[in-house]
């Protein structure tokens, strides 16, 4: 008894210490990135023998006298707590608790060194012996053991890469994967196979099973459901589906009984937990990267079953419907609402099940919205928006049923006296197709009634209220919404015009928007701005391959809409300053190469534009370079923020520049010095996203730009030694930038080394950070790329003024190339091999020869049988 109680207080001990490093480890991380970063450092930790030891713990069943927590229950707490604050370790344990027959203690130990285990062992895990409730020689597991169990299971497969032991296995096709039998991958499989078959065994018996295991199992499910086995293993998959619907049958039971209606004592968590795991697995939720969640093997193959239709068809007359006898808990109807909303969301087309039908649908949300309860109202609308948007990207050929069913309503909520379901509506709009707004616009307004655009409109702009009439939308939230419903609308049907266009007019959209954005652009409200930026954006750059010479665009505030936009680069909001930088470029472009009639009045607004948006990217470089240094860390952060868009905007205005247009080198110089500057800066602290705005906005600018800045500036020289850098880091595997970057550098590298002249060339080899080695990479690549003479020549020139820095090998190499290009150039039967912008002048598998030649350091010498040409 002393020694039990000196292991669990042990336990106890190492699980506080654990647990307050994991803490603080957490803490510490910013951004979620490198899991294992801080793992050696903060802790050490003989892991292999200590799980061992928590595995001898595990098969001890004494119980203290007094104490209902077991030796076997601490240890199963001290393995969770293990693995969640030393993962990579841990996992490479997971065969000694989760595999079957367990080969090996070790993950990668050798098969010399393979312990098996006794046979009596060797039917089942331990970890999955302890679910099914059963100790072996160790006794009868208690359920407070069996829920502490499922706690260490998900602790453990949290902590295994299974991403990358799944990618491992695909790539190596049948490769054994360290030792055993089988592969890696396999045998995870057959170990998560074990485990949800030992719950589906319990929970067909939910009468057995505590509300406490249940929701244990259901945070097991969460974390799993979403991870790379399921889509490659189908019998996995099938398996945890089989889970799924006995869960879900469970629930259905359940709601039917009063223990969870509404004055029957009270919601079952057991419930609420069902209802999450399952909505996990529906997916249909934004990542931070923008990314959506997609739906889960799992969940899709449980959605196919008809009992899971009977099932939400119960569900969704529970919330939607208000003659029902009883009514959910408020807490879980909201997750179940929020299950029903992802469901829409991504399989929009179980509403054609036999007992959830569209018009059962249709029918339930009317009645929805036509509720006199705001909340109930809103609740209607948010199912129209997951549905639409579901419909848009799986079936988007329902749009008769979309606006007969939903539309008429839309346009009711849109003059309804909540500003929540106004905004709510206004949202809706946003997500019609094309085909929708056909559709709408083909019907004619009553007398008493605008018209669902005119309509949407009018909720764009602030009005003032008095006792008779309403002008406007006084609630900021509903003019957002609004705004960028209308930015959508410009993107749908002002961009993609056709002759069969009979009922969507473009001159008296564009007008209508053009005059409420004008307005919408100078509201007091931040988020209103923004929005109203949004829509401007997005009709110009629609307008820009929509409109046709025919059309008259002269009752159209272009000009006054213009300068309203550049005074809105200068806000105090920061979600203004974004969507005004993108905004003004697009207008910029449209005015200047469309609206020839405004084009004079644009041209000084543009050169300002330009300028501001150079400054801006100045003052973000400076202080990421740290010359900036009177600023607030607010002032910085903003910066920082806003020199993606420069850059992005810039490329934009640069496109369509001309060296014809009027100072020039004036106001294009200093915009591409900047963006060339962040080519620089690519591997210092500088965001990635700048770094490739700027390489495509380079990328982007005229050709006939570069040849006028070639004679006057050394810009081409620069922009020749920052693209040299990137490309020779990336092609040694030094650095790594993204595969965009990278091949925008090569693409500038070749039009740079195609217009460069010796001037640049000097400039380019002044810089301390060119060495010998990027000369000699240089000339391999020029090779390769069957660059001119000229080019060869300008180098050699450059190498010779840097003798003291080079060897004089370099400039003869670059000199005898030269003459051997001059030599093909003048042949008559030489077809050119001027390179074209894009650099596709070798194949892969040459610039893949490259690329190994310079990561072994190794030197390709192309002059051998140019020497022996040369002689002849």
Same mark, same amino acid.
């Given at each position: ?442 019907? /004619? ?12 409109? /009018? ?414």
């Amino acid at each position: 008894e002393n020694e039990d109680q000196i292991i669990l207080h042990s336990c106890d001990c190492l699980c506080i210490a654990l647990g307050s490093i994991h803490f603080l480890d957490r803490s510490s991380k910013v951004g979620g990135k490198e899991l294992y970063r801080k793992e050696s450092t903060v802790i050490n930790i003989n892991i292999q023998a200590l799980t061992r030891r928590i595995r001898t713990l595990l098969e001890r069943g004494s119980v203290l006298e007094g104490d209902p927590k077991t030796v076997r229950w601490h240890a199963l707490k001290l393995l969770a707590s293990l693995a969640r604050t030393c993962p990579r370790g841990t996992a490479a344990q997971w065969a000694l608790f989760l595999e079957e027959d367990s080969t090996a203690y070790d993950l990668l130990s050798s098969p010399a060194s393979t312990v098996l285990l006794s046979p009596s062992r060797s039917a089942c895990s331990q970890l999955v012996s302890f679910i099914r409730g059963d100790g072996g020689g160790s006794g009868i597991i208690s359920e407070r053991e069996r829920v502490a169990t499922i706690g260490a299971i998900k602790a453990l497969l949290s902590a295994m890469p299974l991403k990358l032991w799944f990618g491992m296995n695909s790539r190596r096709g049948t490769r054994q994967t360290f030792t055993g039998p089988s592969s890696l991958s396999n045998r995870v499989s057959k170990a998560l196979q074990s485990i949800f078959m030992a719950l589906h065994g319990i929970v067909r018996s939910p009468n057995q099973v505590s509300d406490e295991f249940v929701v244990e199992a259901c945070s097991l499910i969460e974390t799993i459901i979403l991870t790379e086995p399921f889509d490659v293993d189908d019998a996995l998959a099938l398996i945890l589906t089989d889970v799924l619907a006995e869960l879900s049958n469970g629930l259905a039971v359940g709601l039917s009984s009063s223990s969870v209606t509404a004055g029957g004592g009270g919601c079952n968590v057991a419930h609420i937990a069902i209802v999450k795991a399952l909505a996990k697995g529906i997916g249909g939720t934004i990542t931070p990267k923008g990314l959506l969640i997609q739906l889960s093997k799992p969940a899709k193959y449980w959605l196919d079953r008809n009992e899971s239709h009977d099932f939400l068809s119960e569900v969704f007359a529970l919330v939607s419907r208000d003659d029902r006898p009883t009514r959910i808990d408020t807490s879980l109807e909201g997750e179940v609402c929020n299950l029903i909303m992802r469901i829409l969301r991504m399989s929009p087309g179980v509403s054609n099940g036999s007992i959830w039908t569209p018009d059962y649908f249709s029918e339930s949300v009317q009645n929805l919205l036509i509720n006199k309860d705001s909340t109930r109202r809103l609740l209607g609308l948010q199912l129209i928006r997951h549905f639409i948007q579901g419909r848009n990207d799986f079936c988007a050929d329902r749009s008769s049923y979309v606006c007969d069913s939903f539309c008429p309503y839309l346009l009711c909520a849109l003059g309804d006296s909540n500003a929540a379901v106004r905004a709510s509506s206004a949202a809706c709009y946003g997500f019609l197709l094309r085909s929708d707004w056909e559709r709408l616009f083909r019907l /004619r307004p009553s007398s008493e009634q605008d018209s669902h655009f005119q309509q949407l409109l /009018r909720l764009c702009i602030n009005g003032e209220s008095s006792e008779t009439t309403s002008v406007g939308e006084p609630a900021a939230s509903v003019r957002s919404e609004a705004c960028k419903a209308i930015g959508n609308l410009c993107t749908e049907c002002v961009g993609l015009r056709d002759s069969s266009d009979g009922e969507i007019h473009l001159i008296p959209i564009v007008r209508d928007v053009t005059d409420a954005m004008l307005v919408a652009v100078q509201d007091k409200n931040a988020g209103v701005r923004s929005m109203a930026l949004f829509a401007v954006g997005n009709l110009s750059l629609s307008l820009q391959t929509s409109l046709s010479p025919s059309d008259n665009m002269s009752d159209c505030k272009f000009p006054a809409l213009c300068q309203c936009v550049r005074n809105c680069i200068d806000d105090k909001s920061e979600r203004v300053v974004n969507n005004a930088v993108r905004s003004a470029g697009h207008l910029l472009n449209f005015l200047r190469l469309c609206d020839k009639e405004n084009r004079t009045q644009s041209e000084a607004l543009y050169r300002e534009t330009i300028k501001i948006l150079t400054s801006k990217l100045d003052l973000a470089l400076d202080i990421l370079t740290r010359k900036a240094t009177n600023l607030s860390w607010k002032q910085r952060s903003f910066a920082k923020k806003h020199s993606w868009g420069a850059c992005h905007t810039l490329g934009a205005l640069l496109q369509h520049a001309s060296s014809a247009d009027g100072q020039s080198n004036e106001l294009f110089l200093p915009a591409i010095f900047q963006m060339i500057r962040c080519l620089r800066l690519a591997y210092d602290e500088l965001n990635e996203k700048v770094v490739a705005a700027a390489t495509a906005a380079l990328k982007l600018t005229p050709i006939d730009i570069w040849r006028n800045f070639s004679s006057e500036s050394t810009i081409v020289g620069d922009g020749l030694a920052a693209c040299l850098m990137i490309v020779y880091h990336e092609t040694s595997g030094e650095k790594k930038l993204s595969p965009q970057v990278c091949d925008d550098a090569r693409i500038l590298l070749q039009t740079f080394l195609t217009m460069t002249s010796a001037i640049d060339a000097v400039a380019s080899f002044s810089r301390d950070d060119i060495s010998a080695g990027m000369l000699d990479f240089l000339y391999s690549w020029m090779v390769a790329k069957g660059s001119k003479s000229t080019s060869f020549d300008a180098i050699a020139i450059a190498v010779s003024n840097h003798r003291s820095e080079f060897d004089i090998s370099i400039e003869q190499r670059f000199s005898s190339r030269a003459k051997h290009e001059r030599r093909r150039e003048g042949s008559p039967k030489k077809v050119s091999t001027t390179p074209s912008l894009e650099g596709n002048m070798v194949s892969v598998g040459d610039e893949a020869e490259l690329a190994v030649h310079v990561q072994r350091g190794e030197h390709i010498d192309y002059n051998d049988e140019l020497d022996e040409e040369d002689e002849l």
